[in-house]
């Protein structure tokens, strides 16, 4: 079996699946045939994910932010679905609160959803996957750090401090293991409670989501895409400028076919 029939074929796991862009990735990474481990913390919600593909969305009701309690979730779900291929981390809270208002202790525990709950999961997968040397992560980002927005203090941090987590892990396990792929995915400003009224519908965004954490491809390592569109950045517009200097071809960013 190759990696990639391995990935198309294994389980996945995503966080934050009980509502929103979560439920979308879910339900359409198993209208693809593959099997769905959902973890949330809303046990109602996360059955009601599940109902549209019963028999490959698997609900586990659990709070990212507890380490102990991912691993142990994790455990069962090998135990049930298999080895983890796929890891989708979505999972994120957007408090909207401004500095002067913040409980004491508010900040941190936001920390401890948005970027520890991915730091927890990634613990938690990421010794299944080194096993055989295949897998695929998916870290879900946003522009926040840069330009953050009035109130969104706790966010904006804990969202950039998750894309240098990205980055950190491919410094770590990249080349020891470069068939597990492991990029950022910025999917846009949605029509959820985290997103805006007019946003994009989560059911469209997730099309490209779910199709780009099935693509397993070792080049995709360290790539950010936005949307349906590779972002170029450092080393690529590195290229680019040699290619404008040198009057040849500059890399053409990369798009997504959604499912």
């Known amino acids: 079996m190759t990696p990639s029939q391995t990935i198309a074929n294994g389980p996945a796991i995503v966080t934050g ?3 929103g862009l979560g439920r979308a990735l879910a339900r359409k990474l198993a209208a693809k045939g593959t099997p769905v481990a959902i973890m949330g913390r809303q046990e109602k919600a996360l059955l009601e994910t599940a109902s549209a593909h019963p028999d490959l969305i698997h609900s586990f009701v659990c709070d990212v932010a507890d380490a102990a309690a991912v691993h142990a979730c994790t455990a069962q779900i090998v135990q049930r679905l298999g080895t983890v291929r796929i890891l989708v981390n979505n999972a994120a809270i957007y408090p909207r609160r401004d500095i002067l208002d913040l409980p004491q202790g508010a900040f941190m525990e936001t920390m401890g959803i948005n970027l520890g709950g991915m730091v927890n999961t990634v ?3 990421l010794p299944h996957m080194v096993g055989d040397g295949v897998g695929r992560i998916l870290n879900v980002a946003t522009f926040a750090d840069m330009s953050p927005l009035p109130m969104s203090s ?3 941090t804990s969202k950039g401090a998750a894309r240098i987590f990205t ?4 410094a770590d396990i990249g080349d ?4 597990i792929v492991v990029g950022d995915w910025m999917p846009g400003m949605l029509a959820t409670q985290m997103g805006i009224e007019n946003g994009l519908a989560p059911e469209v965004v997730a099309g490209w989501g779910a199709a780009l954490a099935l693509m397993h491809d070792p080049a995709l390592t360290g790539t950010t895409f936005e949307m349906d569109r ?3 950045g450092g080393s690529r517009l590195k290229r680019r400028l040699k290619a404008a200097l040198t009057f040849s071809r500059a890399p053409k960013p990369r798009t997504i076919t959604p499912i």
């Open 17 to 19: 699946a009980g509502s």
């Open 123 to 125: 613990q938690a997968a």
């Open 154 to 156: 706790e966010y904006s």
């Open 167 to 170: 980055r950190a892990l491919i």
């Open 176 to 179: 020891r293991f470069p068939d």
């Open 230 to 232: 590779e972002i170029l």
